[in-house]
């Protein structure tokens, strides 16, 4: 990790209708294979003072033109996270493996699927570490916002940005326990 991703968990007061930003990463696996663990690194990057706790949310989407698909392929929630060392590593359990296939794009969203106190949506925001070199040349990451940041259905209400920080990828580790 060198580095930290755009902030997410938020409410965007220029779309005060888009709802929370997440962050995202792009994957293309070499060959097929299932996980069921997700590690990051996390960090609640406001005052500490302000910080109210969150429901950490990780979900796998199949690649849609470019952007996540409208269906989660599975999906892991860490409840009632605040504050976590910016410096240790999260693990997000998926009750079901996640199955992948070698030679598609998939799309990892990490976003905050709800507060303690709905005030945390403006007090707080979330970042997850990066590495600031290209470590992961067929990936790439990125934000959206939106009612969901995912799907045609969803895809005037929503708002995807790829690249995040030129040649920036999730510091992250995949796979099974």
Not at 27 to 39: E, G, H, L, R
Not at 79 to 90: A, I, Q
Request: charged letters at 15%.
């Amino acid at each position: 990790a060198g580095g930290w991703s755009n902030n997410f968990g938020t409410r965007n007061v220029n779309y005060p209708d888009a709802g929370d930003v997440a962050s995202v990463q792009s994957i293309v696996p070499d060959s097929d294979f299932q996980f069921n663990k997700a590690v990051l690194r996390v960090w609640q990057a406001n005052n500490p003072n302000y910080s109210y706790n969150a429901d950490l949310r990780i979900r796998v989407f199949a690649d849609n033109n470019g952007a996540p698909g409208e269906n989660s392929l599975g999906e892991s929630i860490i409840h009632n996270l605040v504050n976590p060392d910016k410096n240790s590593d999260v693990t997000f359990s998926f009750n079901s493996p996640v199955s992948l296939i070698s030679g598609k794009k998939y799309w990892l969203m990490l976003d905050v699927s709800g507060y303690g106190d709905n005030r945390g949506y403006d007090a707080n925001f979330w970042v997850n570490a990066i590495g600031t070199g290209d470590y992961y040349s067929n990936g790439a990451s990125g934000n959206c916002f939106g009612r969901g940041c995912f799907g045609a259905a969803e895809s005037s209400d929503s708002y995807f940005n790829v690249p995040a920080p030129s040649g920036a990828d999730w510091y992250m580790k995949i796979g099974m326990e």
